[in-house]
């Protein structure tokens, strides 16, 4: 079974600053993806950034990487030059390769950028 | 153009009440889901569909039943509501059955009293 876990259910940080969100995550499937969500005060979910578990490189989207440690089954979310409007939750999810893929959510964090 | 919507947004009505919500998606995606987030923030999978065949069924209590007319749509009833009942739910949908992203709508805040 897939289990993902977020060990921070909170952080801050100031404006301009970078921000490393932890994921951490457990699963026997070689083929697998791992995706971060933003979810605002507002409510909805955002897709931010993806990496495959067979990509060599980290993944980037614009201010968002994620920094992919495949031997310590890491997938840290890193925001540079945080901004205030990334204040909000933060979710790492996994999915694999199969009928029966779901996405598995982590608990979140709830990231505050303060000025 | 919004990709994934779903009405109503808000929705608030008494125990023992039937009630639906709608989904639909312009992206041309095989796949959708049904996932409720509960009041901690918790997100889980409720159904997904692919192509308008019920792939999962993550033990919800029957009274909840999803219905896919077609595999742009895929909407969520549920029957004799229950105070639990009250989350957060999102309609997803996505390219395939494989590691794409989901797409998610914005949500339907259901209160049950």
């Known amino acids: 079974a897939q289990k993902i876990t977020q060990t921070q259910p909170g952080m801050f940080v100031q404006e301009k600053e970078a921000v490393t969100l932890d994921c951490t995550y457990d699963?026997?499937?070689?083929?697998?993806?791992l995706f971060w969500y933003k979810q605002p005060s507002s409510g909805e979910m955002i897709f931010l950034i993806y990496q495959g578990s067979y990509d060599e490189q980290n993944a980037t989207e614009g201010r968002y990487s994620l920094n992919f440690q495949k031997a310590r089954k890491s997938a840290n979310l890193v925001i540079s030059a945080s901004q205030l409007g990334d204040s909000a939750m933060y979710f790492c999810?996994?999915?694999?390769?199969?009928?029966?893929?779901?996405?598995?959510f982590g608990t979140g964090t709830r990231l505050q950028v303060t000025l | 153009d919004t990709a994934v919507s779903q009405t109503p947004k808000y929705l608030v009505t008494q125990m023992g009440n039937d009630k639906s919500i709608k989904c639909e998606q312009n992206?041309?995606?095989?796949?959708m889901y049904w996932y409720k987030q509960d009041s901690k923030k918790f997100l889980k999978i409720m159904f997904s569909y692919n192509n308008k065949e019920l792939i999962i069924n993550e033990t919800v209590p029957n009274r909840f039943s999803p219905k896919s007319p077609d595999k742009a749509h895929l909407n969520l009833h549920i029957n004799s509501l229950e105070l639990g009942d009250s989350a957060v739910y999102f309609c997803a949908s996505s390219q395939n059955l494989g590691v794409s992203p989901l797409h998610f709508g914005n949500g339907t805040r259901l209160t049950v009293t």
């Open positions: 699963t026997s499937d070689q083929s697998y993806g």
């Open positions: 999810a996994m999915r694999y390769t199969g009928t029966a893929s779901k996405l598995t």
């Open positions: 992206l041309g995606h095989d796949t």
